[in-house]
């Protein structure tokens, strides 16, 4: 079946550092791809998303490219804030049907 | 303000002891779902609903119930809860035909 993997955390930076957090998928099909955000104490919210093989989402400075090739959907920030601090979900959809989340990796950022 | 409302926000109930927990969305949304979160094993979805009296098990449906009598309303009900159902659950929202989905903040329960 589909499912999604993304590397164990925490995650630990500094201010300034650069960000990336793995993700692959499994996927039958071609499914939209997807990286949540829950700030602590708070419920996701949306953070980027891909539709097809190559596209890449960005929003807040946050990247990620579908790799089709790799079966992969990392996200990447060039310089992360203390205010990034927060545990980031990649998901996977067939837009018809219910999203598939990876467990989650924190990340924390230190000043 | 367009939003998913979830209550309680914060629950400690006792085994066996029925409860609801209430979601309602303002976005007119057809398709509804609720989660639970637990540590190392992400969100699992419990039970979804594609439009009004319409509802399917997700991936973990063991000891709840849903019911959708109305667009707006979801409320994930707890016939006898155990201390396993102890968790936070999340109601979500969607546009029909996106992957989009608008999350509730959270209900923590504790079943002791």
């Known amino acids: 079946g589909d499912s999604v993997t993304q590397m164990e955390g925490p995650v630990t930076l500094s201010e300034e550092a650069f960000l990336t957090i793995n993700c692959t998928y499994t996927?039958?099909?071609?499914?939209?791809l997807f990286w949540y955000v829950q700030y602590p104490g708070e419920g996701l919210q949306l953070l980027l998303k891909a539709t097809k093989a190559d596209d890449k989402g960005s929003n807040k400075g946050f990247e990620a490219t579908y790799r089709k090739e790799t079966t992969s959907f990392h996200l990447e920030k060039g310089s992360v804030q203390v205010s990034d601090s927060a545990v980031y979900f990649c998901a996977l959809s067939y837009n018809t049907d219910k999203l598939i989340f990876g467990t989650g990796t924190r990340l924390q950022v230190f000043p | 303000e367009a939003q998913v409302t979830q209550n309680p926000r914060y629950l400690i109930t006792v085994t066996g002891k029925k409860l609801t927990v209430t979601c309602s969305q303002n976005?007119?949304?057809?398709?509804m779902s609720w989660y639970r979160q637990d540590p190392g094993l992400g969100l699992r979805q419990i039970y979804y609903s594609m439009n009004v009296e319409v509802t399917d098990k997700g991936d973990v449906p063991e000891g709840y119930k849903v019911s959708r009598k109305e667009k707006r309303n979801f409320p994930l009900i707890l016939e006898s809860p155990s201390p396993n159902q102890t968790s936070l659950y999340f109601c979500?929202?969607?546009?029909?035909?996106?992957?989009?989905?608008?999350f509730g903040e959270g209900s923590r329960l504790t079943v002791l």
């Open positions: 996927a039958t099909g071609y499914p939209s």
């Open positions: 979500a929202s969607r546009p029909t035909g996106t992957g989009e989905l608008f």
């Open positions: 976005m007119n949304h057809e398709y």
